[in-house]
């Protein structure tokens, strides 16, 4: 399984910015998607994820008001849409795969990590 995270860049806080992952490969009918941010000397935190199947959703609670998450089937890709940035969210977003479709929210349950795309959000 290959992951591909675009959409990354350079916004303005109060801007919005829309990352796509794309997943490749070999996978069962049912898994999760999800995304995490990390900023140096920091753990990578849970942002959101969806899974495959039924359509289940969650968004990390802080963010749940500013950030979706949303997938396309047919494209094999997921979706964060970020709204009204802040400075605190910049980071380099990764996008992940779990072959559970319970949602994990911890890191250590994804088993393949696309690169990354980097976020900056000036002040």
């Known amino acids: 399984v290959q992951l591909q995270a675009s959409g990354g860049g350079l916004v303005q806080t109060g801007n919005s910015l829309r990352l796509s992952c794309i997943a490749s490969g070999r996978t069962s009918s049912s898994f999760t998607m999800g995304w995490f941010r990390q900023t140096p000397g920091k753990e990578r935190e849970f942002v959101a994820a969806?899974?495959?199947?039924?359509?289940?959703?969650i968004v990390k609670d802080s963010l749940k008001d500013r950030f979706t998450i949303s997938r396309d089937n047919s494209k094999n890709t997921v979706y964060l849409q970020m709204n009204s940035l802040k400075p605190e969210d910049t980071a380099v977003y990764f996008c992940a795969l779990s072959l559970s479709g319970n949602l994990p929210t911890y890191s250590n349950r994804y088993n393949y990590w696309g690169r990354g795309t980097l976020v900056t959000v000036s002040s």
């Open positions: 969806t899974t495959t199947s039924a359509g289940r959703r």
